[in-house]
């Protein structure tokens, strides 16, 4: 049974492992995956303790749901102080590991110190080994799985592995399974390079007893019918995530020249349609792949069609690699898409990072605040296909001066690089934003501001708001689980009642991450996809657990509150640059040039930003300052935190 | 609709990977999520990229059970499948060894075999696989099919050559 | 004839029942329902003026492809200054 799977601590210094079981109070609090990472993550690690020192524990969990009957239970996360600005680390990836954890008898694995040599974790049906891993040691992130394969002798092992760029401590080292099932954000590659872990290998053939198996049967079957019968997600199946950019970079939502633009212009080969010709061309007609138990299927199959890397397999590129490959640096190559997305996936980096930065670093090449002196000759301009992948490589062997610096991050290379180069820094918390523009979007702004793990869409973004969703259908979204009547506005560029949506979809967000279950599977990009209520009747069937809708809502709110303790304890302040939950000047000051015709000449409006974070403070029972009162601590039982119940 | 002579079609190119059958093939019969007692495995060649649907043939004269030497396994015409009487086995595992496709499981748990038996005439696997890489059709359906998409195939490429001839003319 | 069904999933045979010839106008304060003309390979929207190539899925079946990059460009460069001058004469807030 699902609540019969265990935590395990690992102790890399020592070697000692202790197994434990999970209490049902604990679950009821925080149910599991993400939410119980925060819990665990807040009283394990030490106040101010280095991201990349052996005190800083990496968790690596699946959801309560794992490997259960929900659709798509393929999630696995991994939570860590981040390398990258020093806040809460998190990263979630799809694929088949986690659910190999579980039927290994495994929901959490904490691990902490730092072992002497390259190891890797060997998990087999409730046993974990720490094991030699000095032969994987510079390997990429397939020829690690492979050869964790070979080794131990078992084709159905799956492996978390970490590549080059996660042993040179990369500061956005991604964490990956399979070909490009990444867990990219806020560096937890790094962390795990820090710790001499290349790798947790899992194999698992115990029962996960399922409560009520011929209802959770059938009404697995009628959700997984609503999620494919979604437009969207069929659109999704067909084209990937490729196919946000379709419409995104076509209104002017996607940031070129690291901030300079708000869309790509005359980038027909990099089309969601031209990325699926050349799918097609070298995988055949059905070339779409899904994750664990997954029936949307996104993951396009491709082989590089020209170039160097030419009849290479890989999968993708998703929507993110589109924005770092071509719109932030302004390249419009598919050959540098297919080739930026599979180097990435080889040596284990975040590509939305990778983009992020080295658009960044153009733009300050472009001011004259970085030149060919720094970049030991590199021609690093905006457009410059060669110069894109190059420093890519560079960053994730730290080679030459400006590779090594960007390997550090954004606010660390931005101290080394001087001068105002900050100001050009798009970033929240250290944590540079997808590249998405969200100047003509002021919930979509408040969302990457506020998000916990820094700037990022999978936190809290209403990303239906761009879908001008009658009253009725906001409504019927928003008031539930719990009432809402305050306004609501379909117009995207409009402040009015966003600060609600973003509580909302927060609240949501975790509550899936919590299940370990896929965003594509809830109000997310569809409308009409399930939620709360859904959830209350999956949870029970599978696991016998019972929860009303709200009750699930107030677990949610509550690991929400636990990530903003910790942020709190490493020095989130509201208006800091740095570690606040604020955005950059450009966003209020340069107003956007491109797009549909509503969209251009827009900014957020400083003094209507502020009044959002206003508003979404006192929904989340903040003060002023972000700083949560008493009462609310009280509320959702977390007052006598750190508690150390686990 | 008489489920007689219908058989699971296979077609591997369609197959995404999700193991979505595995899962409700291991709940349908036993309850419990464990890939590890599906009677479908799909097997991967994953830096390829190639996800192949295995199962249980239900073969005409099936070596299992002419190999069985207590006469446990025997047809059942009716749904056209192969059947384990699990009163009569002796867990020899003969019929694992012999099988070609590696069809018949044997769990270490309950110290018995196991194969696909069709779910009773609604197999789930395809109930739940929503692209159709397992179909439950006539077995005389599944050549048709399979000639019909070859004879596409062919159409498409005769298509894609005059248009190209009219290109260049 | 029951046989044609075969081989169809819920999406496919759901795909099957939409109204055919239609795409949103990709401009979210529009998104007029546009139908472009059988086989033509861009559609003007008739609401907001942008443009849109498009791609034929199968025959009536038509996906917005990209914008026409020279018009949606220009109409864009226009409405920027046009606001521009509108914030000067009004002064910033
Ligand atoms: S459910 Fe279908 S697509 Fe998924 S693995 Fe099984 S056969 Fe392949
Ligand atoms: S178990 Fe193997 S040998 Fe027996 S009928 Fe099935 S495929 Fe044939
Ligand atoms: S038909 Fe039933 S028993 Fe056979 S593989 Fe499919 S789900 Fe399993
Ligand atoms: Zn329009």
Redesign the interface.
Known sequence: MALNRKIAYIDLSTGKIEIKPIPLDMRRKFLGGRGLDAYLLYNHAPKGCDPLGPENPVIVSGGILT???ASATARTHVMAKSPLGGMLGSCNMGG?FA?EMA?AGFHHLVIKGKAEKPVYLWIKNGKIEIRDARNLWGKTT?ETQ?TVREELGDEDIKSLVIGPAGENKVRFANVMT??KNSGGRTGMGAVMGSKNLKAIAARG??????SY?KE??EY??RF??QI??AKV??TQ?TLGTPFIW??T????GVRCRNFQYN?Q????EI?P?AIDEACAET??P??????????V?CRA?YKIPTGPYKGV?D?GPEYTSQGAFCGEPDCTSLETLLTGNHLVDQWGMDNLETGSIISWAMELYELGILTSKETDGLDLRFGNDEALLEMTRRIAFREGWLGNVLAEGGIIASEKIGKNSFDYLIQVKGVSNLHSDERATPALALNIATASRGSDHLRSRPAID?Y?LPQEVMRKIYSNPVPYDGPLSS???EYIGKPWQVFWHENCYMAVDCLGICKYHTTFLGATLPNFEDWSKVIYLNTGLEFTPREIWDIAERCNMMERLFNLREGLQREDLKKGDMLNHRYFDE?T?????????RVI?REKFKKMVDELYEYKGLDKNGVPKPETLKRLGVEKEPSRLL | MEPMGKVLAISPEKCTGCRLCELVCSVFHDGVSNAARSRIKIMKWESEGLYIPMSCQQCQDAPCMIVCPVKAISRDEKLSRVMVNHDICIGCRSCVTVCPFGAMGFNVIDRKNFKCDLCDGDPQCVRFCEIKAVDYLDADRVSIAKKKAAAEKITAAQRQAIALESESH | MVTEKEGLSTAESLRKTRTYGQVRCHNPSCMGRLQPERGAKQVKCPACGLEFRVAWVKDGFPRIRGPVWDVNKRIAEEAFERKMKEEKRDGAK
């Open positions: 490997a259960t009957l088949f659910p039927w397939t492979w399979g070909i053939t115990m029962d996960i007893k399922i198996p959770a049967l697995n079957k997984i019918d494919t019968s997600n069929q199946g379709g419409a970079n076509s209104w002017g869309q212009l005359y980038c027909d089309e349609e995988m055949g059905y070339h779409m792949a899904g994750c664990f138990g997954c029936q299927h199959k397999y999968e761009l001008h117009e995207h560029t107003p040039r491109r797009g549909a015709p509503d969209v251009v000449g409006d």
